[in-house]
C-alpha cells in the first residue's frame, strides 16, 4: 500500500502530464521507490494499474474537451497526450465502448 503522500503525489504529476509522455518509473522515483515496488502498491492502494488510471485520466480530459470544444479529434488526441488520432480512437473506443466521433455526436445538443 502507499501512503497518502504517495498516493497523491503519483496522482498530482500525472495528471499535470495528462498532454506529455511520462514515465512510471519517474512517477516511482518521486515517490522514493523502486518501480516494481511502485506498480504493485498503486495497484493495491488505488484498483488500478498506475499507467491504466494515468490513460483513464487522458480520457476523461478528452471527453471534457470534446463535449465543450469544437477542437478536431487530432487536436484532441494530442492535447490529451495520444500520439496521433488512430491511438486516441483506439484507446477511447477501449475505455468507452464508442469512438470518440460517436461519442460527440450523441452528447452534442447542436
Known sequence: MLAPWQVSLAMRTMRRNLSNAISISEIASLCRLSLCYFVRA???TVGIAPYAWFVQQR???AKRLLA???LPLVQ???ECGF???AHFTKAFA???GI???KWRRQI???
Request: glycine content about 0%; overall charge neutral; hydrophobic content about 40%.
Open 68 to 70: 465543450d470544444t469544437a
Open 108 to 110: 452534442c445538443t447542436c
Open 99 to 101: 469512438t470518440p466521433a
Open 94 to 96: 477501449k475505455a468507452s
Open 59 to 61: 480520457i476523461v480530459r
Open 42 to 44: 498503486f495497484t493495491n
Open 76 to 78: 484532441v488526441a494530442l
Open 83 to 85: 500520439s496521433d488520432q
